[in-house]
């Protein structure tokens, strides 16, 4: 099967680092990805990763590596706006370019950070 | 600017009704898809469309249908509302020859009773 897992939940300071780990389980690979979702929200896009390594983007990066079938977001200089559910999606291999018909979507890591 | 958007926001039906919740995208995007999102379940894909009258279907398709008469619009519709189908519903879109990326509406809030 397919499957995708995250931490369900996940505390941190404001001014911390924390770093949310997914690992996948596909039968393909063509990219993945992470969105950020407020409570009440529609997700929004954070990060694509289709090749192994670090790709940064101001206080967020996102790390991938398709070897261990395992990426992590990482988020500096947490402010308390980061508190929001984290979601990690694969796009598996096997279809055409731009098809999203397998996006395989985690359950999401929600974030609650601290004053 | 371009955006995505979904109507009603919000919405209260009773079982056995049909419903339609609307979809519509001013990016031009080919790709179109309709997910429902509960707790426990995540992001789970309903129907899909890549271009004008193309349509398929999701994982949880039953009890729901799509039309795709232009590039712009893809509306949901619930043929005849169970409680089961009380969830928020995400429409979302992509440009399928160039981009990777999928944008999504607001939501719509859909109450069975």
């Known amino acids: 099967g397919q499957n995708i897992d995250q931490p369900t939940e996940m505390t941190a300071t404001e001014g ?33 990763n289709v090749l192994d390594g670090l790709e940064e983007k101001g ?3 996102s790390f991938l590596s398709r070897s261990k079938g395992y990426s992590y977001l990482l988020l500096k200089e947490l402010q308390m706006k980061d508190s929001a559910s984290y979601l990690c999606a694969v796009n598996s291999l096997g ?3 731009g098809n999203n ?4 979507w985690g359950l999401g890591t929600s974030l609650a950070v601290n004053p | 600017d371009a955006e995505i958007t979904q109507s ?12 339609t919740l609307a979809c519509h995208q001013t990016w031009n995007h080919n790709n179109m898809f309709w997910y429902r999102q509960d707790l426990g379940h995540g992001l789970r894909l309903i129907h899909y469309s890549y271009g004008v009258h193309d349509t398929n279907k999701g994982e949880v398709s039953d009890g729901y249908s799509v039309s795709r008469s232009n590039t712009e619009d893809l509306p949901l519709t619930l ?13 979302a879109s992509k440009d399928g020859f160039s981009g990777n990326t999928i944008y999504f509406g607001e939501g719509s809030w859909l109450t069975v009773v």
């Open chain 1, 16 to 48: 911390a680092i924390v770093q949310i780990n997914c690992t996948y389980q596909t039968s393909g690979f063509n990219g993945l990805f992470w969105y950020q979702q407020h409570a009440g929200e529609a997700p929004t896009f954070l990060s694509y």
């Open chain 1, 95 to 97: 279809h055409n370019a």
């Open chain 2, 8 to 19: 009603p926001r919000h919405k209260i039906t009773e079982t056995g009704r049909q419903v």
């Open chain 2, 79 to 91: 043929e005849s509302a169970a409680s089961s189908q009380t969830s928020v519903y995400f429409c």
């Open chain 1, 101 to 104: 018909r397998k996006l395989i």
């Open chain 1, 59 to 61: 206080r967020f990066s």
